[in-house]
């Protein structure tokens, strides 16, 4: 074995993150391993205080070092909107735009037979207990375009009041895209759900 047991167990262990494949756990190693000082120290560092300090939100799922984190407590969010997002980089990429003030609930995944994801982790339950003591008026899905993900925006749905207001994340032409590039039921979408200008 060239590599010896205890880099073998790290080429390992860093292979299952999202992203690396075996390939890029060796470089990385590598390359940490050369910059000792420099990279692989401060990364120890870092990895363990997070590990210490980070926690999930109890009331949305969000990562955060508080519990409710500092969107859930924060005054100056809109306590009438709730967004529903798969995964805590999804709320990372909606907060990026500014432009949303509301609360989120974030699912953890989607519904998937293949991956035998249930309605019971999604925190369904805790969604609708949320709505109802917020007194949410609005829950917008921002979820992706996916088969799965649109079944658990259908199943969601189901089981939230009727009198509820239910949007969901625009579908259509991407900001510099065109026309020409775009698939037939990207088109179709834009077009069934064209503004006024
Ligand atoms: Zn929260």
């Known amino acids: 074995m ?12 860093l292979a299952q993150l999202p992203g690396f494949g075996q390939r890029s756990a060796r470089r990385a190693l590598l390359h940490l391993l050369i910059h000792k ?7 120890i560092q870092a990895l363990k205080t ?10 949305c799922g969000h990562l955060d070092t508080v ?6 407590q924060s005054p100056r969010r809109h306590r009438h909107q709730l967004c529903v997002v ?12 500014g432009s949303y003030h509301g609360l989120y609930h974030v699912l953890g995944g989607v519904l998937s ?11 369904l339950s805790r969604l609708i207990e949320r709505v109802d003591d917020l007194q949410v008026e ?12 649109q079944t658990t925006v259908f199943v969601i749905t189901e089981s939230l009041p009727k009198s509820l ?19 037939d039921a990207t088109l179709q979408t834009a077009l069934q759900r064209r503004g006024v200008l």
């Open 2 to 13: 060239i590599q010896g047991e205890e880099m073998q167990q790290a080429i390992k262990v």
């Open 37 to 43: 000082d420099r990279k692989m120290a401060p990364l």
């Open 50 to 59: 997070c590990h210490d300090t980070i926690v999930a939100c109890r009331m």
């Open 67 to 72: 519990n409710p984190c500092h969107i859930c």
């Open 86 to 97: 798969e995964s805590v980089s999804d709320l990372w990429a909606m907060e990026r735009t």
């Open 113 to 123: 037979a293949m991956d035998d994801v249930r309605p019971e982790h999604l925190g």
């Open 138 to 149: 609005e829950v917008i899905f921002a979820l992706n375009a996916s088969l799965e993900a």
């Open 165 to 183: 207001k239910i949007t969901q994340l625009a579908q259509g032409i991407p900001i510099g895209g065109e026309l020409d590039y775009m698939d």
